[in-house]
């Protein structure tokens, strides 16, 4: 062997001690995980980084985005700390939904600790919606007519007991002084069917999402927004609805996107996941891409991030043990 080929087979092993065994980054053939079938919240929020991303030139080839579904994320979730625990070119979506099954005992064995949460990108907030005909003009109103007579006042929404929609169902009917198990709830398989039987007279409250709210209303549905589940009110078209708050209710469901990744993955690689994320969150491309999937501003990356879900999953259990829900101890 000649000292040429030996100089140059220690500078291609440093080379790759360097970028790592196959020569790639974090940023190199990228994948999000969607725990859920096409179409959905998950999918979602994979192509609206994959699409970011892409148009940032923050990467060379599109993000590919591959789905998992089973238990509104648990699958992905188990695959992930299980299997793919260092994976670090590879990022999981998860929304307020996930956080509010891990509190319910509903990954497994797993915790909120098992993984690293990498970045919220977006937020949803509940909205307390009524027939644009109903007789409720506020807030006050709806909740006085519910503690006079809980059997009078029907609340509908998307999911089934134990869901984001009836979590802010019950949470109102505790607001308003009354038992939750004396609420009478109609579970619909989604938005469209309780939007459709709120306008029916069938029932007479909707639990919803803000955002879906709005573009029922863009779509011709006949509702009103009586109040945003928010700290302060929100942009654009929901501006002139008071939060809950304002009228005296201390009613908060903020519903956030993002992403994590595996509990395994270096620093080195998760520092550059979030320093791309709070690049690209901080440009007006971004805010448009996000507005155009119906998500209200919020960007927080790692330990804020970290300290912000845990802060969540703490308190969907205190409203897990107070409505009687199945929670891991």
């Given amino acids: 062997m000649t000292l040429r080929t030996t100089a140059l087979g220690l500078a291609l092993a440093c080379a790759a001690a360097a970028t790592g065994a196959t020569g790639a980054g974090p940023l190199d053939k990228t994948e999000c995980i969607a725990g859920a079938k096409p179409g959905g919240g998950f999918d979602l929020t994979c192509k609206l980084v994959q699409t970011a991303l892409l148009d940032g030139k923050y990467i060379a ?12 994320g648990a699958v992905a979730y188990n695959a992930v700390v299980a299997q793919r ?7 999981v979506a998860f929304s307020g939904g996930s956080l ?16 690293r949460w990498l970045a919220g990108v977006g937020a949803d907030f509940g909205a307390i919606v009524v027939a644009k005909d109903s007789p409720f003009q506020s807030l006050k109103e709806l ?4 503690k006079a007579d809980p059997a009078k006042v029907v609340f509908g929404a998307g999911g089934t007991v134990g869901s984001q929609d ?3 169902a019950a949470l109102t009917a505790k607001a308003a002084g009354i038992d939750h198990k004396t609420m009478r709830f109609v579970a619909f398989e989604g938005g469209g069917e309780a939007v459709t039987a709120l306008q029916g007279g069938h029932v007479h409250v909707y639990s919803g999402d803000a955002s879906e709210a709005v573009a029922q209303m863009a779509a011709g549905s006949k509702i009103r927004v009586l109040a945003v589940m928010s700290d302060k009110r929100l942009p654009g078209e929901l501006s002139g609805i008071p939060t809950a708050r304002e009228q005296g209710f201390d009613l908060d469901w903020p ?3 993002g992403y994590y990744m595996g509990p395994k993955v270096s620093d080195a690689d998760f520092k550059v996941w979030t320093d791309t994320f709070d690049k690209l969150m901080a440009t007006k491309e971004f805010e448009t891409l996000r507005a155009e999937r119906g998500l209200f501003p919020f960007a927080m990356t790692g330990p804020a991030l970290d300290a912000y879900v845990k ?5 969907y259990r205190k409203f897990a043990d107070v409505f009687g829900l199945n929670v891991a101890k």
């Fill in 255 to 257: 519903i956030i996107r």
């Fill in 166 to 168: 009836w979590m802010k």
């Fill in 143 to 146: 909740m006085a007519a519910v």
């Fill in 85 to 91: 625990p260092a994976d670090g070119n590879t990022i």
């Fill in 61 to 72: 080839d599109p993000m590919r985005v591959t789905y998992m579904p089973g238990g509104i």
């Fill in 100 to 115: 509010l099954n891990l509190a319910q005992g509903k990954f497994g064995r797993y915790s909120e600790s098992d993984v």
């Fill in 311 to 315: 802060r969540q999953v703490g308190e």
